[in-house]
């Protein structure tokens, strides 16, 4: 008897023994492997306008991603994007070989003649060489210079899909381009518009329609006859208009395409919405404030600063009543400027010595001068009630903007008083941030992780996924009809 009651007194501590080293093995393995069972190893919960987001570590990515959009969430991840780094796991800046099985977004491009894109610039297409070579970033045909680059996202899209299918190109695993329609996600429409409004659409000696109009009128028969384009009336296409005069013939009969634009400024609502469609970044004209040359509070000796077209029509005019508002304070700097006379070096020089840059309504919501104001890590004040901003659903502004009214603006005294008010302690915090957010504006080749260029495809797919919700939705009520249509015949 005394034997069996030690019997369940050995099974219990045997139990209890093999249950300990259990646990101390999957502790250990969890260390010392690459690969995490959970996601918190990889992204961290914050909560962000009462809803539960992932956020990158601050030292790679710092996106935060909804929950809502499962498949974003582990975008860096399937891509196999994620490494080791002294026992962290970070996302690499590069990848090769991107397999369209990788990519999160599979885009079909279509192969217009020259004409329509790289053209514009110059190049020439060949019997054996349909699109430039894009393996050595030096021998890219440039894109012109000027006012013109602001508004090159048209550029920087196709050089990354081209780069897609180039095994010499390291690039991020998002977007790659694929050969068949069927297998796309999104077709990309390879129009240079911006281009073709900037440099072709004034009438020259000889002609009667400008080369833009020409261009677009083609656009649109072009896609109006292909099966892609009838298949869902193009709403599954996607269509580069960042100029807000750009694609101004062609835009309602290609309405119903994704557009990428600087604002909606010039559109009327039923052609272009923030439900439907992206808004991308200015290409900044300044150049680019590493971190380490970045100045600190005290040695910004600006307190506001403007330099630019300050007599606008429309909504710009406000520009010309804040300026003789401002004029006149010691320690802003409101003046006329343009690009000539090295007015952009200027401005940037301005701008990395002040402290708040003014971002005011133009003719249109938006300006470049936002952009110009974030490389050169000067905390933007945005007076404009109508803007649209890019990437909004995940960067909160508010964290290295100031956001006022035009109305209050306006008022006297309002706008020097509210920016003297703001400690050092507070800049400082929006001025870390905004080192930490400034490269998501950033337009480069080979584009990087969450660059401009790659921020925009993230845009991107969720449209998509918001399109296919409607698309699928829509079908409820279409389906009784073709079903009955269908037993009738």
């Known amino acids: 008897m005394a034997e069996k009651s030690r019997f369940p007194s050995l099974l219990f501590w045997l139990i209890t023994a093999a249950m300990f080293l259990l646990m101390v093995s999957s502790l250990f393995l969890l260390q010392s492997s690459d690969f995490s069972f959970s996601q918190r190893s990889i992204f961290g919960d914050i909560l962000v306008n009462n809803s539960a987001m992932y956020y990158f570590n601050r030292e790679d990515v710092n996106i935060p991603i909804a929950r809502s959009h499962g498949s974003i969430q582990n975008l860096y991840e399937d891509c196999g994007m994620l490494k080791k780094d002294n026992g962290n796991q970070v996302v690499t800046r590069r990848h090769k070989g991107c397999e369209p099985g990788q990519a999160y977004l599979k885009v079909y491009m279509y192969d217009l003649p020259s004409e329509f894109h790289f053209g514009l610039m110059g190049w020439t297409e060949r019997a054996d060489q349909k699109w430039p070579n894009v393996s050595d970033p030096k021998r890219l045909p440039p894109y012109p210079g000027g006012l013109n680059l602001q508004h090159s996202v048209e550029y920087w899209l196709t050089l990354d899909l081209l780069a897609s299918n180039n095994p010499s190109v390291s690039r991020p695993c998002t977007a790659v381009r694929v050969k068949n329609s069927s297998d796309a996600d999104i077709v990309f429409v390879p129009f240079f518009a911006s281009l073709s409004y900037n440099r072709y659409s004034k009438l020259v000696e000889g002609e009667t329609v400008t080369v833009n109009k020409v261009l677009q009128n083609r656009l649109v028969k072009f896609l109006k006859s292909r099966s892609e384009w009838k298949r869902l009336a193009g709403k599954d296409h996607l269509i580069v208009a960042h100029h807000p005069n750009s694609l101004l013939d062609a835009r309602r009969k290609l309405g119903s395409a994704m557009f990428v634009l600087a604002d909606f400024g010039r559109y009327p609502v039923e052609i272009a919405n923030i439900e439907k469609d992206v808004i991308a970044p200015y290409k900044h004209m300044v150049r680019t404030i590493p971190d380490f040359e970045s100045a600190p509070f005290d040695k910004r000796p600006i307190l506001v600063f403007f330099q630019g077209a300050i007599y606008r029509k429309d909504g710009g005019a406000i520009r010309r009543d804040i300026y003789y508002l401002l ?111 400034q490269r998501h504006f950033e337009y480069q080749y080979p584009s990087e992780t969450g660059d401009a260029v790659q921020m925009i495809w993230r845009d991107v797919m969720y449209k998509i996924s918001s399109t296919e919700f409607k698309l699928h939705k829509n079908r409820r009520s279409i389906q009784p009809k073709l079903l009955l249509k269908r037993s009738r015949k």
């Open 327 to 437: 004029k006149d304070e010691p320690d802003v700097h409101f003046t006329f400027g343009s690009v000539g006379a090295n007015g952009v070096s200027n401005a940037g020089k301005g701008m990395a010595s002040s402290k708040f840059c003014l971002n005011i309504a133009g003719d249109t919501p938006s300006s470049n001068r936002l952009f110009d104001a974030i490389a050169s890590q000067c905390i933007p004040v945005i007076i404009s009630d109508e803007i649209e901003l890019p990437f909004e659903d995940v960067l909160d502004y508010s964290e290295f903007s100031i956001f006022v009214p035009a109305s209050d603006a306006l008022k006297p005294g309002y706008l020097v008083n509210l920016l003297r008010g703001i400690s050092k302690q507070k800049w400082t915090v929006m001025w870390e941030r905004l080192k930490q957010v």
